[in-house]
Nanobody, 122 residues
Framework: QVQLVESGGGLVQPGGSLRLSCAAS????????MGWYRRAPGKERESVAF???????DYGDSVKGRFTISRDNANNTVYLQMNGLKPEDTAVYYC????????????????WGQGTQVTVSS
């Protein structure tokens, strides 16, 4: 079992920055990938950024060049640095972890954080 606790959301002006944190606990050694999804009102869930196997990163097209995902293995924490924020980035951001399984990039279990609200507005 893995538990994910998010922090760092809030209200920011357009062009500003935020850093989200996601701390994992429990069976942390089973985690193979961590990342972030987001969901805005009236929109489908969108993949934002992921780091797989501790080294490989992927970003959604809408955030490339603005967002950076990183991982602190010592603290079992993943960060999402968000720069150049736009109003369309407003959403609830959910931390995700994929764990277990014998095949790379396929997971036996999936875990979700509680979500943290990011609002970009002047």
């Amino acid at each position: 079992q893995v538990q994910l606790v998010e922090s760092g959301g809030g209200l920011v002006q357009p062009g500003g920055s935020l850093r989200l944190s996601c701390a994992a606990s429990g069976s942390i050694f089973s985690i193979k990938a961590m990342g972030w999804y987001r969901r805005a009102p009236g929109k489908e869930r969108e993949s934002v950024a992921f780091i797989r196997n501790g080294i490989t990163t992927d970003y959604g097209d809408s955030v490339k060049g603005r967002f950076t995902i990183s991982r602190d293995n010592a603290n079992n924490t993943v960060y999402l640095q968000m720069n150049g924020l736009k109003p369309e980035d407003t959403a609830v951001y959910y931390c995700y972890a994929g764990a277990g399984g014998l095949i790379l990039n396929e997971y036996e279990h999936e875990y979700w954080g509680q979500g943290t609200q990011v609002t970009v507005s002047s």
